[in-house]
């Protein structure tokens, strides 16, 4: 059993950067993390993940550059670094594990996930 608690988020201007955390409870070391967000009215979106093993990423098209997904497995720690921030990216982050080894092309696929975090909302306005 993993239990993810999330820090981070809060209110950016356009262009501005902001860093999310989600810390695990339990051994999440050999689980596939994920970011994903939802925006106002939407459904749930892809934004990053990193495989358990590897620790290969994989990104969201339009977020590449942009977004850095890293871990800290000594910290059981989960990372989203996010610079150039648009409007558009204003939604409630959730970060997210499995202990299944998913492949590159399933990464993006919330349904896969077991564990999530509480959520944490970004705003990105003038």
């Known amino acids: 059993q993993v239990q993810l608690l999330q820090s981070g988020g809060g209110l950016v201007q356009p262009g501005g950067s902001l860093r999310l955390s989600c810390a695990a409870s339990?051994?999440?070391?050999?689980?596939?993390m994920a970011w994903f967000r939802q925006p106002p009215g939407k459904g749930r979106e892809f934004v990053a993940a990193?495989?358990?093993?590897?620790?290969?990423?994989s990104y969201a098209t339009s977020l590449k550059g942009r977004f850095t997904i890293s871990r800290d497995n000594a910290r059981n720690t989960l990372d989203l670094q996010m610079s150039s921030l648009k409007p558009e990216a204003t939604a409630v982050y959730y970060c997210?594990?499995?202990?299944?080894?998913?492949?590159?092309?399933?990464?993006?696929?919330?349904?896969?996930?077991?564990?999530w975090g509480q959520g944490t909302q970004v705003t990105v306005s003038s």
């Open positions: 997210a594990a499995t202990s299944s080894g998913l492949i590159t092309s399933s990464l993006g696929r919330d349904q896969l996930y077991d564990y």
């Open positions: 339990g051994r999440a070391y050999g689980y596939t």
């Open positions: 990193i495989k358990r093993a590897s620790g290969g990423t």
